[in-house]
């Protein structure tokens, strides 16, 4: 009896590694490194490839709540199409994306740093952001609520303009300790070059 049993407890091991194995095997997302912080238990997913001219290295938070990552993904995968279907021929295409995470009471924040090349003669950079807490993710209403015209002033001042569209310029935020920072580009509210302008407003 003892001997089936062990018997038993064996065959599972030996399925339940084979199937991690295929799981692994069949998709390009693998799950590399449990992280633990002060801020949120979550495991960073890679996704690697090389191949028909193209590399991709991006490394992404994976949470426990399944809307968000979606969310996530969604963006990415924006990028990977973008790079991948240029209708420019080379082999110098590429897409890096890493993150930052933030945290401000119940509230997480990632920011993406993206870096790209799809396929002409100078590198792209470029960012965004997603906040989210229990209840879901937080979209800018969430931030227009707290912007009091004091604030507004700040804003207009750092950007150096006489009036902002909230809209725009909240495209990309997150939530840090006791202050939000807004990531406006500079190409958005002038005739300027593509440039992130980084501001910081006390909540």
Known sequence: MKHK???????????????????????????????????DNFTIGNINEDKDNVKIDIYYPITKYENVNVEIMKKIQEYIS???ESEYKSDEK?????????????????????EYNEGLYHNTQDLF???????????????????TDEKLDKIKQELNTESVDLDLILKNFILNEDKFVIYVNQADISSGKYKILPIEIEL
Request: aromatic residues 12%.
């Open 82 to 84: 973008k790079v991948k």
């Open 129 to 147: 952001t997603l906040v989210y807490n229990d209840s879901g993710v937080i979209n800018k209403e969430y931030i227009k609520e707290k912007i």
């Open 5 to 39: 049993i062990l018997l038993a407890l064996f065959l599972c091991i030996v399925i339940v590694f084979s199937a991690t194995i295929t799981s692994i095997n069949s998709d390009e997302v693998v799950e590399v490194k449990k992280v633990t912080s002060s801020i």
């Open 94 to 114: 590429f897409l890096k994306i890493s993150f930052e995470d933030f945290k401000s009471n119940e509230n997480i924040s990632f920011k993406f740093n993206v």
